[in-house]
């Protein structure tokens, strides 16, 4: 494949999805045909320079003989196809939205663990709570850990007194403490 057998269409269409993608291995697959059509490189040297073997510069080359642009691309996602269907995922949005006492649990914060629980009940699929976090996460939600306060709940004028107290109570019990010593 000689430079002239691309277009300048073509090129720019190469040179362009080299640029958009965020995939490592549709941007390799550009350049493998690109770097081709320059001409005077081999599959081996080509291979070398990308990090592939001669026999995966071959097949893209194939690739793109048949299908074009559409060759590069993966097929479908590497790995298993996730468990977390789109029903699971509607009712983690619906479960994190609702607070849990409305559900009546005597607690008033989800914990990744009760949350878990809770949807593996209700959907009958299970995850750990890393994967549920990673899931979470892709759902645009953000987990951070209660901070649980009295602030606004207790009486302010008696925590003043007892802080000023206790705080009494440890400075005289450092004198006893410097007394003894």
Not at 130 to 148: A, N, V
């Amino acid at each position: 494949m000689a430079r002239s057998k691309l277009t300048d269409r073509q090129w720019d269409a190469l040179d362009h999805l080299r640029f958009s993608t965020t995939d490592a291995e549709v941007f390799r697959n550009a350049t493998i045909i690109l770097m081709t059509a320059v001409g005077g490189r081999s599959k081996i040297s080509i291979a070398h320079d990308l990090g592939c073997s001669p026999s995966t510069v071959d097949n893209i080359r194939k690739r793109y003989r048949q299908r074009g642009l559409e060759g590069l691309k993966r097929r479908k996602p590497p790995g298993a196809k996730s468990r977390a269907t789109p029903p699971y995922r509607a009712a983690l949005r619906k479960a994190v939205q609702t607070p849990p006492q409305t559900l009546g649990f005597g607690f008033s914060v989800w914990s990744v663990a009760r949350l878990a629980k809770y949807l593996e009940k209700q959907t009958g699929i299970g995850f750990s709570e890393d994967q549920l976090r990673r899931i979470l996460h892709e759902e645009g939600f953000s987990f951070q850990r209660p901070k649980h306060t009295m602030k606004g709940k207790r009486d302010e004028a008696a925590y003043e007194k007892a802080r000023r107290q206790l705080k009494r109570l440890k400075k005289g019990r450092l004198r006893m403490i410097a007394l003894l010593s």
